[in-house]
């Protein structure tokens, strides 16, 4: 992993780090609790430089660019629904070559290209893209904003949503317990890319999550960030629980917090002083309530032993370093 | 520039992919992102090639498909420099999604497109599916009926899209394989003159301006979807003028004149075809024949500038003949051809009423020889001797099996 000449910020607390000069306005459509909003901030302030963002088409890009409005303060594009990689691929590519032709202005540091997309977009339909970018190599970094469901168009499942919950496209019901397919490992499968720094984040836990921006901010090439968001309106918590929610997904180890560095070592950057079972993880959340019913609680324990062998996995990795 | 210059001979001999390679090295591309596919990828293989051997400043994106080859061209452009790609049929079909949206986010953008024929059946050559496939995507769409027109039509694509009354993406046309790949006599300009005449791009709303944030490519719904829509078929409608601007300023320094509409032996003719591409060029020999031969003035009509549709030019050039056919290469998919529509369209409301034929031809890239248009030309004298058009107004034509024929309004 090479390291770019950078100018990082310093961020002494979580009130500096909040009140810092913010190129993502506060006036926006997202939901009250909805953690996108978070998990933008956190990597907008991550950083003094100047910055250029794509979002892909979602509840991102949908409730915060409405024509006339913007909630933007620094460049940002939309293209569609899949490109959002590589249309920061190109702005990339095209500052490279202005700065090489001298038409960009050299006494300033070079700009952070950063690309958002939802799961769908990440996932699913813009895979191709990711994988295209990350392939060639392009000095970016991609957020996965991480709900787990197309929420932007009413709560279907995508590659991201994880087996037992309930989708308006699989939906539980007398005949089905909702999702019948396991989440997509979408970390391991940009680690294997060869990507320079790959890393799973989560807004409430800030400092893990600024460090890893940091980090990857000031590494060379494409960089891979996925970013769990709590979804009020989809995961069907209360708009006030966001934080709790999510506290319990990284204490649970659903959403374990590592980094991966040149697809090779992996490092558990955040460990639970008091593992919170899955079982009330999935509990806090109504996507799930059906599984609490008699003839469904096996996949309860099924998602423990699941959570359990994954959490053994990652740290024999760390421990091996490969 | 700090890439090599290019030594090039008065009159090279080039196809039509080399002369879109040499028009984007010559027009200083700062980024290419393209993806290969037949009958288009030599023009980013010659360009690979320039790039390889230092010719070329910018950077070379191969994607990993042609939608990602569009999006990559879009996200470069709104950062603020000039980009181009080449596509055909297929590449074509899946990037349609980011035409739109080049368009409609005001991106100079110049595509190469080679034309093909759409699967299915797969097919390789020549005909004029994708290009009608972007009728409506809000493109400026210029054609070139052979190598050198393509050189010009290319370079003269990336004036026409960063000119600041347009800003609107480019295509530059040409048939795949009839011009794609026939190398002919091409006269270059040389890579001083010809970068002279491309110009500095021209920054507007650059992501790279940090002096001055924008917000591209954002969401309007029914309180101003219409008004953005509005002004972008207006800018696109404004683009004629611009086209003619730059075609009478390449002419100054050329010699070679273009027009929006291109016609031949029109001055007395009495018939005559409307079509695109390198049937233009054969159909300057057939009349060219069948005058001598049999007496028969007839002449062609081409639409060089295919959008913004030059409707007022199209109807004046057809006002005297009595006999018209509408020569649609692709598969019209249950109606008329685009062009019968398009010239009816144009003439419906002039005083010239002549009889309108619709001929689908050369699908899949079948041949229409000099032979062939004789007897489309000597038809159509038939039909306006008689007044009438024999048989029905929707004809294929060159394919084998019983006569297919459509629609008949004769009698109403």
């Known amino acids: 992993m090479s390291t770019l000449q950078n100018t990082q910020k310093e961020i002494k607390n979580l009130k500096s780090f909040s009140t810092a000069a913010e190129r993502f306005e506060g006036s926006h459509l997202l939901c009250p609790g909805c953690a996108h909003s978070i998990i933008v901030r956190e990597v907008l302030n991550a950083t003094n430089d ?75 339909i813009g895979f ?20 787990e469901v197309y929420a932007n168009t009413g709560g279907q499942r995508s590659s991201s949503t994880p087996i037992g919950s309930s989708t308006t496209t699989a939906p539980a019901g007398s005949h089905s317990y909702g999702e019948k397919r396991q989440k997509k490992d979408i970390v391991s499968i940009m680690a294997a890319h060869g990507s320079p720094y790959v890393a799973q984040v989560a807004p409430n836990k800030w400092k893990d999550m600024v460090k890893k921006i940091q980090r990857g901010f000031a590494t060379e090439g494409p960089v891979f960030i996925n970013a769990m968001s709590a979804c009020t309106t989809e995961w069907k918590f209360a708009p006030n629980q966001t934080i709790e929610v999510s506290d319990l997904a990284v204490d649970s180890l659903v959403f374990p917090l590592y980094e991966i560095i040149d697809g090779k070592e992996l490092n558990i950057t955040y460990r639970p002083k008091n593992v919170v079972p899955v079982r009330d993880y999935l509990g806090a959340q109504p996507r799930f309530k059906h599984l609490f019913k008699p003839e469904n609680e096996y996949l309860i324990d099924e998602w423990q032993k699941r959570i359990d062998a994954r959490w053994e996995f990652l740290q024999k990795r760390e421990e091996i370093k490969l | ?53 230092g010719y070329i400043d910018g950077e070379v994106i191969m994607t990993e498909s042609e939608h990602a080859a569009m999006s990559g061209c879009i996200g470069a452009g709104a950062a603020g420099g000039r980009v181009a790609t080449a596509t055909s049929s297929q590449g074509l079909a899946l990037m349609i999604e980011t035409l739109y949206q080049a368009s409609g986010m005001r991106i100079p953008v110049v595509l190469c497109l080679v034309n093909r024929a759409l699967a299915a059946p797969l097919n390789v050559n020549g005909d004029h599916s994708d290009l009608y496939l972007t009728r409506d995507a809000g493109w400026v769409s210029i054609d070139a009926f052979s190598p050198q027109q393509a050189y010009d039509m290319t370079l003269m694509s990336f004036r026409i899209s960063e000119h600041l009354d347009v800003r609107l993406p480019v295509i530059s046309n040409q048939d795949g394989f009839m011009t794609s790949h026939t190398a002919q006599n091409v006269h270059p300009l040389d890579d001083d003159t010809a970068s002279k005449f491309v110009g500095e791009y021209k920054q507007v709303n650059a992501l790279l301006n940090f002096e001055k944030p924008v917000t591209h490519g954002v969401q309007t719904e029914q309180d101003w979807h219409f008004e953005h829509k509005a002004k972008q078929h207006a800018a696109l409608m404004g683009a004629k003028k611009v086209v003619k601007e730059i075609f009478a300023e390449f002419k100054e320094l050329t010699g070679r004149e ?68 509408c020569m649609d290469r692709s598969a019209p998919g249950g109606t008329v051809g685009t062009l019968y529509n398009e010239i009816s369209g144009a003439l419906i409301n002039t005083p010239a009423r002549p009889l309108v034929t619709n001929l689908i031809y050369g699908l899949g890239g079948r041949d229409m020889t000099v032979a062939g248009l004789k007897d489309i030309f000597r038809q159509l004298d038939k039909d306006a001797k008689a007044g009438k058009i024999s048989g029905n107004i929707q004809k294929l034509v060159g394919v084998r099996g019983p006569e297919l024929s459509f629609y008949n309004v004769q009698g109403l």
């Open chain 2, 258 to 325: 273009y027009k929006v509409v291109e016609s031949y032996g029109m001055e007395d003719a009495e018939v005559a075809i409307v079509c695109l591409g390198s049937t233009y060029e054969t159909a300057i020999v057939a009349i060219d024949e069948i005058k001598k031969e049999e007496g028969i003035n007839v002449g062609v009509v081409a639409p060089r500038l295919f959008r913004p549709f030059p409707l007022e030019e199209v109807a004046a050039e057809l006002q005297t003949v009595k006999a018209i056919a």
């Open chain 1, 128 to 147: 191709q893209w990711i994988s295209g970018c990350f392939e060639r190599g392009h000095n970016m970094m991609y957020v996965c904003l991480d709900n």
């Open chain 1, 50 to 124: 100047n910055l250029v963002v794509a979002a892909s088409t979602g509840c991102l890009e949908v409730c915060t660019a409405i024509y006339p409005h913007t909630s933007w303060d620094c460049s940002w594009i939309h293209i569609g629904f899949e490109n959002s990689s590589t249309a920061i691929a190109g702005a990339e590519t095209m500052h490279k070559v202005l700065k090489r032709k001298g038409r960009m202005n050299s006494d300033e540091p070079d700009p952070k290209f950063v690309a958002f997309g939802g799961d769908g977009s990440t996932y699913d």
């Open chain 2, 1 to 53: 520039m700090n890439s090599r210059k290019m030594e090039l001979n008065k009159v090279e001999v080039w196809d039509g992919n080399m002369a879109n390679s040499q028009a984007f090295r010559q027009a200083d591309v700062d980024v290419v992102a393209a993806y290969p596919i037949t009958p288009s990828t030599a023009t980013v293989e010659n360009y690979a090639m320039f790039h390889a051997n």
